[in-house]
């Protein structure tokens, strides 16, 4: 019983050590101000790490809202014992002499037999559905949010003037459009993290766990150590090209090629434009040189143009993909997306009237390979 109570002691303590270094004014905050200095008073409010927690919460939602628009009517295989046994022991497209056999196992036709592996081939591979119901759910987020974000920040003399970021830095009152958009955001990157597995994936699908990541890490960080200003700016420079790729993907789908690669061309140049020059130039700039002026360089300063680096190298990536891409569009060269992996797109509608022996229009094609992607560049 001793020996219970002093590990239940001996954990309480360590871990209330560990809280309080972790919460220690020398790491987040410059020299000389504590978290008291941060505490609602006169009517204004401060930004709290405790505000955070509504974020998880939200992420569920955001989860919940996106499977009600992503939700449809899929063909599927009717239960068939005999079939499901032969399509996962001896193969997934069964040849004529095995469906004969089969058909007289079953009691189907031979017809019935081949529709019941065309579907039952199809809920094991993404359809281009799926991809165009995915990318539509991006593209509205996403527009939505650099609206709004735009809508939080265009007023403001920061938006024109970057040294007014570190004016008073950090005892910086937060206003409710800052607080959403923020709580929003992070809201919607949680949720894409959470989901990741179960989205089509791609090449790129470690730098995009990396991306969310470090996003999620930047964003919660940014919020409690009073960066806001600046990352407002930095999460609707961002938003900026993200609706425009999504967009892109969804014509793609959809089989409109010539609108497909005329938006991502607009979205090549805005891409290279925010995060290769703006965000350096202007960004990067701001967060690097004017907070020296104000105090002496702290952890939290590090840390947080750390972070901006990780993603800042992320964006390098994506640019070359993008670049390779425009290039080899551009000359004609073109097969398939730098970043995806070659996959069985037909749908179940197009496969069963090939099984019928007719042709069948479908409401989504194969689309220019360009985009046939999981993500783009940025979230």
Request: glycine residues 6%; contains cysteine; neutral net charge.
């Amino acid at each position: 019983m001793f020996l219970l109570s002093f590990s239940a002691g001996l954990g309480l303590s360590l871990g209330s050590t560990l809280y309080d270094y972790f919460w220690w004014e020398r790491l987040w905050l410059p020299v000389n101000l504590t978290w008291a200095d941060l505490e609602d008073r006169d009517g204004r409010v401060y930004a709290k790490a405790s505000d955070l927690y509504i974020t998880l919460p939200l992420a569920l939602l955001f989860l919940i809202v996106r499977y009600f628009f992503e939700l449809k009517t899929r063909l599927r295989a009717p239960p068939n014992a005999t079939l499901e046994h032969f399509y996962l022991t001896s193969g997934k497209q069964p040849k004529q002499v095995e469906v004969e056999l089969l058909s007289r196992q079953s009691g189907l036709s031979g017809r019935q037999v081949e529709c019941w592996f065309h579907r039952r081939r199809n809920q094991d591979r993404p359809s281009l559905l799926k991809k165009f119901r995915e990318a539509s759910w991006r593209f509205t987020f996403y527009l939505i949010a650099f609206i709004a974000g735009m809508g939080a920040i265009v007023d403001k003399p920061w938006f024109y003037d970057m040294k007014k970021v570190w004016e008073g830095y950090p005892i910086q009152s937060t206003i409710p459009s800052q607080y959403w958009y923020y709580m929003i955001e992070l809201s919607f990157y949680w949720s894409l993290l959470f989901i990741i597995a179960s989205d089509v994936k791609r090449k790129d699908f470690k730098e995009w766990i990396i991306h969310h990541v470090a996003t999620i890490i930047l964003i919660s960080f940014s919020w409690f150590a009073s960066y806001i200003r600046a990352g407002t700016l930095i999460m609707a420079l961002h938003d900026s090209s993200d609706y425009l790729l999504e967009l892109a993907k969804m014509f793609n789908y959809a089989g409109w090629k010539n609108t497909c690669n005329n938006i991502f061309i607009i979205f090549a140049i805005v891409f290279i434009i925010t995060p290769l020059v703006i965000l350096p130039s202007w960004i990067l700039h701001c967060s690097l040189v004017y907070p020296l002026e104000l105090y002496p360089a702290f952890f939290g300063y590090y840390f947080f143009n750390s972070m901006m680096g990780v993603l800042q190298l992320l964006h390098i990536f994506w640019a070359y993909l993008i670049l390779c891409m425009a290039h080899k569009f551009i000359t004609g060269k073109l097969v398939q997306d730098e970043r995806s992996d070659q996959e069985e797109t037909e749908n179940s509608e197009g496969e069963e009237a090939a099984a019928g022996g007719g042709a069948k229009s479908r409401p989504l094609a194969n689309g220019h390979p360009i985009l046939n992607n999981h993500h783009g560049k940025n979230d």
